[in-house]
Each structure stands twice: as C-alpha cells, then as structure tokens.
C-alpha cells in the first residue's frame, strides 16, 4: 500500500460503492426486474423500485414480489433472482457510464497515494464485468481490494462487508471514508463506524451522524474528501 498524502490529514482509505455510485449500472437492475414484473403478467412500481436500490437480490425480490401481490415458492424465487441476474448481465455487457465526477475522482484518489476498496452487493460474477470496464478505460486497476456481495456473511445494510474490506487494507473505521448512493450503502458504512458521503441517485437518504450528502462527486478532490472525512460528526441535510 502506499504512503498517504500527508494533505489528507487522517484519512488513509476511501471506499467506494459501485451501483449507482462510481457507475450508471443501477439502472439496469431496475429494467431486469421490470421485464421480470412483465413476465410474471405485472408492472413493477417506481415506489417499489425504489426500495430495492442498494439491497440484496433475496430483499429485492420480496420487494417485487409483494408489489405484485404474488405468492412465490422458494425455487420460484431462485429461479426470478438467476433470470435478474441473467439479464443484468446481458445488459452490463452493453456497457455501463461514469457516474458524474465519478472517474476523476477514482484517478484522484489513486494519485494520492490513498488505499481504495470497491464494496458492492453485486455478485463477482457481475462486478466482474464492471471491473475490466473500468479497468480497461483507466488503465489501471483502481481498486487494492474488492469485496462483492456474494463473497461477505452478510450483505449491506449490515457492516460486514466494508469491515471486510477494512480488514483487507488494514485501516480502521476512524481512516476511512465510504461512498454510497443508496440508504443500505450508507447504513452500512455508518455501522461500520466510517464517515460516509453520501451521493443518490434513485433512491433518497436520510440525515445521519456522520453523513454528507452531496448531489454528485462532480469537482470534488481529494482535498474535498479529506475535509469530509475530518468534518464527520457534522449533521448534514439530503441535499
């Protein structure tokens, strides 16, 4: 790992979310479930959809599943979760968008010398994808650790994995700051004891300890995250 900006103050990682945060991938989550509300002869609503930003595919499909008024056995529900994930796939394939600011922000950070982590509820499989996207259009690999959702004993709005990925950089919760678009990103990191920047996109947050909210990474430096992170008791309002 390399040696922090002294510039940074206390701050030794930053520790990124994917969906929604560094790239515009939320959104196809969002048209896989809707095609699958079709294909079980419903329509999915924007409230509903709402709520699964962030969560697990067994919440998500809850989520759908009792907007839709539909009782679905277990094997069901596995076999809705493998065709969400099926189709999301053939969608990030596609291809997937920075989020604003989102890419110079990622080069910012590296240059500074601050360790990173990406924190996702994507399965690896999936991340994956991602992952060689960012990596090719960089021209590095941006992140010293990945955890992805299927590799944690619990997925966010639990800590676990951003205590994983702290365990892996070998920082403590007091050097760090996590980035998130969605409320489980961001109940996430405050139970793990991290400043948290906060940055929706689909789904609105609530004000928290420890919380910044923010309407995108849009010309925010390093400087900019290092005044965050030393600013973290201050109570800041959904921007």
Not at 35 to 57: D, K, N, Q, Y
Not at 70 to 76: C, F, G, I, Q
Not at 91 to 110: F, I, N, Q, S, T
């Given at each position: 790992?390399?040696?922090?900006?002294?510039?940074?103050?206390?701050?030794?990682?930053?520790?990124?979310d994917?969906?929604?945060?560094?790239?515009?991938?939320?959104?196809?989550?969002?048209?896989?479930?809707?095609?699958l509300?079709?294909?079980?002869?419903?329509?999915m609503?924007?409230?509903?959809?709402?709520?699964?930003?962030?969560?697990?595919?067994?919440v998500?499909?809850?989520?759908?599943?009792?907007?839709?008024?539909?009782?679905?056995?277990?094997?069901?529900?596995?076999?809705?979760?493998?065709?969400?994930?099926?189709?999301?796939?053939?969608?990030?394939?596609?291809g997937?968008?920075?989020?604003?600011?989102?890419?110079?922000?990622?080069?910012?950070?590296?240059?500074?010398?601050?360790?990173?982590?990406?924190?996702?509820?994507?399965?690896?499989?999936?991340?994956?994808?991602?992952?060689?996207?960012?990596?090719?259009?960089?021209?590095?690999?941006?992140?010293?650790?990945?955890?992805?959702?299927d590799?944690?004993?619990?997925?966010?709005?639990?800590?676990?994995?951003?205590?994983?990925?702290?365990?892996?950089?070998?920082?403590?919760?007091?050097?760090?700051?996590?980035?998130?678009?969605?409320?489980?990103?961001?109940?996430?990191?405050?139970?793990?004891?991290?400043?948290?920047?906060?940055?929706?996109?689909?789904?609105?947050?609530?004000?928290?300890?420890?919380?910044?909210?923010?309407?995108?990474?849009?010309?925010?430096d390093?400087?900019?995250?290092?005044?965050?992170?030393?600013?973290?008791?201050?109570?800041?309002?959904?921007?």
């Amino acid at each position: 790992m390399s040696d922090p900006n002294p510039a940074v103050g206390d701050l030794r990682a930053v520790l990124f979310d994917m969906d929604g945060t560094l790239v515009d991938t939320e959104q196809f989550w969002g048209v896989a479930m809707s095609e699958l509300a079709a294909r079980l002869g419903g329509r999915m609503s924007a409230e509903a959809r709402s709520r699964t930003v962030g969560t697990s595919m067994p919440v998500a499909m809850a989520i759908l599943h009792a907007d839709l008024g539909l009782t679905r056995t277990d094997e069901e529900t596995h076999a809705d979760a493998r065709w969400v994930t099926e189709r999301t796939a053939q969608l990030l394939a596609g291809g997937a968008e920075w989020r604003p600011g989102a890419r110079e922000l990622v080069v910012a950070v590296r240059d500074a010398g601050l360790a990173t982590a990406l924190v996702t509820t994507t399965p690896r499989r999936l991340a994956e994808i991602v992952l060689g996207a960012i990596g090719a259009d960089l021209g590095i690999d941006p992140f010293d650790v990945t955890v992805c959702g299927d590799e944690v004993p619990a997925r966010k709005p639990d800590p676990a994995p951003y205590r994983q990925a702290m365990a892996a950089l070998g920082v403590g919760a007091g050097e760090c700051l996590v980035i998130e678009d969605s409320q489980a990103g961001i109940s996430a990191g405050l139970a793990a004891g991290t400043a948290v920047l906060g940055v929706p996109a689909e789904q609105s947050v609530q004000p928290a300890p420890g919380l910044t909210v923010l309407d995108s990474l849009l010309g925010l430096d390093v400087a900019g995250l290092a005044a965050l992170h030393a600013g973290r008791d201050l109570l800041t309002a959904d921007a």
